[in-house]
């Protein structure tokens, strides 16, 4: 009576740890089915969030690319600079990079954190500290490239 207990088991066993495809439902008994159907389920919440995770890191790569690809060439042309006072007008770019790349990865972090919240629960409310937390750090590079600073007092 426990054979197919037993054959699940096995299917579930001999799995590569990365393998998120659906167990098969044929030629199990009825009882074992609501038991697989919500395991199944499991599994396809798990590829969603594997899925996510992976578009995360692509879009988290590729807005990191272009300011850090702006600051190693800053960097290099103030390293071959012929006087003090061109090394600092391209060491102040170098700066501004660093701060947008900075801007940037808070940026990320704050979105990968909405969207796990997102996850966790639809219903969820959200506080209005965080939403204007992330509105502020949007709008942080715009305020900067008017000689303008937004401070969020908490």
């Given at each position: 009576s426990l054979r197919p207990v037993a054959v699940?088991?096995?299917?579930?066993?001999s799995r590569h740890p990365l393998d998120l495809a659906p167990l098969p439902l044929t030629n199990l008994p009825r009882e074992l089915q609501p038991l697989l159907t919500s395991f199944n389920s499991l599994l396809a919440?798990?590829?969603?969030a594997m899925q996510a995770e992976r578009r995360f890191i692509a879009d988290a790569a590729h807005?990191?690319?272009?300011?850090?690809?702006?600051?190693?060439?800053?960097?290099?042309?103030?390293?071959?600079?012929?006087d003090l006072e061109s090394s600092k007008a391209t060491l102040a770019k170098l700066v501004q990079g660093a701060e947008r790349s900075a801007r940037l990865s808070e940026q990320l972090l704050d979105s990968a954190r909405l969207d796990v919240s997102r996850v966790v629960s639809e219903a969820q409310r959200v506080a209005m500290h965080e939403l204007v937390s992330v509105v502020v750090h949007d709008f942080e590079q715009t305020a900067g490239q008017h000689k303008q600073a937004i401070t969020l007092l908490t």
């Open positions: 699940v088991r096995r299917l579930i066993g919440q798990l590829d969603a807005e990191l690319r272009a300011p850090l690809a702006a600051m190693m060439a800053h960097a290099q042309l103030a390293a071959c600079a012929s």
